[in-house]
């Protein structure tokens, strides 16, 4: 079936240092990646997407890396933040390209 | 851009009332609205796909009848919990879909006594 899932439930680390969050994903024929970060009470907020015809793409200080062979997604923020302290989490596109499936989300937790 | 307003961001009812929760796009236009619930710590849980001016289409599990979805206007969707239970507080949180992404609006937090 789709599925989304995420390696690590927590991730610690210090200001400055870069961090990466991984996802493995399940289904093949996704073309279409997105991830969010979720802040305390708040809606998700859009942070960057990659399509299946890429491997990377940059924003500003975070990088959305594709491994099709694998099924793995990955997002890399560097020099962490203590703002970007969140939960962290990755989506698709369902089979019929029409609703997105989350995975089940990193915490991400920035210390001065 | 994409900007996704709901209105309440909090609500506390009594158990049996009904309480309707407003989605709104405010700077762009989505055919497709989404509905989700939260539940603490957890991923997001997609209830419902909304397209304007017509029905919405219910994830399995999810009682069409208990939570009502009227989507009239490209910019409008409006979720309404009816009967409310204590077992349907949670966090809901929309989106309005433009092209594939999906823009989510600051979330509702539902808690019935």
């Known amino acids: 079936g789709e599925s989304v899932g995420l390696h690590l439930p927590t991730l610690s680390v210090q200001e400055g240092d870069n961090s990466i969050i991984n996802c493995a994903y399940s289904n093949s024929a996704s073309d279409y990646f997105i991830w969010y970060k979720q802040e305390s009470g708040k809606g998700p907020q859009f942070i960057i997407d990659i399509r299946s015809n890429m491997d990377k793409r940059q924003g500003q200080r975070v990088t959305v890396l594709l491994n099709k062979t694998v099924k793995h997604l990955s997002l890399q923020i560097a020099a962490t933040q203590p703002g970007d302290s969140a939960v962290y989490f990755c989506?698709?596109?369902?089979?019929?390209?029409?609703?997105?499936?989350f995975g089940k989300g990193t915490t991400l937790s920035v210390s001065s | 851009g994409a900007v996704v307003s709901q209105h309440p961001s909090r609500v506390i009812c009594k158990s049996g009332t009904s309480v309707k929760i407003e989605c709104r796009s405010l700077?762009?236009?989505?055919?497709?609205m989404f509905w989700y619930r939260q539940f603490p710590k957890q991923s997001l849980m997609l209830m419902a796909t909304s397209n304007e001016g017509s029905k919405a289409t219910y994830e399995q599990g999810v009682e069409k009848d208990k939570f009502l979805i009227n989507h009239a206007s490209l910019t409008l969707s409006t979720l309404t919990v009816t009967s409310a239970h204590p077992e349907d507080s949670s966090f809901y949180i929309c989106?309005?879909?433009?092209?594939?992404?999906?823009?989510f609006g600051p979330g509702t937090r539902l808690l019935v006594l």
């Open positions: 989506a698709e596109t369902n089979q019929a390209g029409t609703a997105l499936i």
């Open positions: 700077d762009f236009q989505a055919t497709t």
């Open positions: 989106s309005g879909g433009r092209e594939e992404t999906q823009y």
